[in-house]
């Protein structure tokens, strides 16, 4: 079956330094990969998104990459601060998708803490 | 300011109740969605639709029902055969182009609790 994992152990960073969160799929022929920030008692919000074709997206202090040899997306947020603090989920459209919901799946999301 | 606007934040459903959640956008977006997400889980797909008077249902549809009569709303409807209801509940749209690349836009959930 199509599973998406995240850690779903919290992440705890100090403040300044770079978090870094993996996203690992498998039974997948993802073509786009995304990621999403949440807050609690919030809906998600879009940051990025990244092709198969690309090793690495960048947007401010966010990076984004997607080995698809490995099946694995990692998040980096560079610089980190405690606003930074939520739960960030990765989504992917599979390749064979023809834009419809059911291929829109997400993973279970890791909650980062960045500590002062 | 354009957006989607999910209503009300918090409710409650006695046993036996048939409630409904409102989710209107003015985002002039073709695709909606509706997902449940419980504490520590990932979202789960209950009902979408692409058209008005159109829809599908998801991966969770069983004891939920939809309606989308305009493009604007797509209301969804907890039923008493939903034996588990205690969730959150999220909305969400996609400009619906067809491309695969599409964001999701979603609202700010309600929380649904059983007295």
């Known amino acids: 079956s199509q599973k998406i994992e995240q850690n779903s152990e919290a992440l705890n960073i100090q403040e300044g330094k770079t978090a870094t969160l993996t996203c690992n799929y498998t039974n997948y022929s993802p073509a786009y990969l995304q990621w999403y920030r949440q807050d609690p008692g919030r809906g998600p919000v879009f940051l990025l998104l990244?092709?198969?074709?690309?090793k690495e997206k960048r947007k401010e202090r966010l990076k984004v990459t997607f080995d698809t040899t490995l099946k694995q997306s990692l998040f980096h947020i560079t610089a980190s601060q405690p606003a930074d603090s939520a739960t960030y989920l990765c989504?992917?459209?599979?390749?064979?998708?023809?834009?419809?919901?059911?291929?829109?799946?997400f993973g279970k999301g890791t909650h980062l803490i960045i500590q002062p | 300011d354009g957006g989607i606007t999910q209503s009300p934040k918090y409710l409650f459903r006695k046993e036996g109740q048939n409630v409904t959640l409102s989710c209107e956008q003015n985002?002039?977006?073709?695709?909606m969605y509706w997902y449940r997400q419980d504490p520590g889980q990932g979202l789960r797909l209950i009902y979408y639709s692409q058209i008005v008077n159109d829809f599908q249902k998801g991966d969770i549809a069983e004891g939920y029902s939809v309606s989308r009569e305009k493009k604007e709303s797509f209301p969804l409807t907890v039923t008493s055969a939903q034996k588990n209801p205690t969730a959150f509940y999220l909305c969400?749209?996609?400009?619906?182009?067809?491309?695969?690349?599409?964001?999701?836009?979603f609202g700010s959930g309600t929380q649904l609790s059983v007295l």
């Open positions: 989504a992917l459209w599979p390749a064979y998708s023809g834009g419809g919901a059911d291929g829109l799946t």
């Open positions: 969400a749209s996609r400009p619906g182009t067809g491309a695969t690349n599409e964001k999701l836009f």
């Open positions: 985002l002039n977006h073709d695709a």
């Open positions: 990244i092709r198969e074709n690309e």
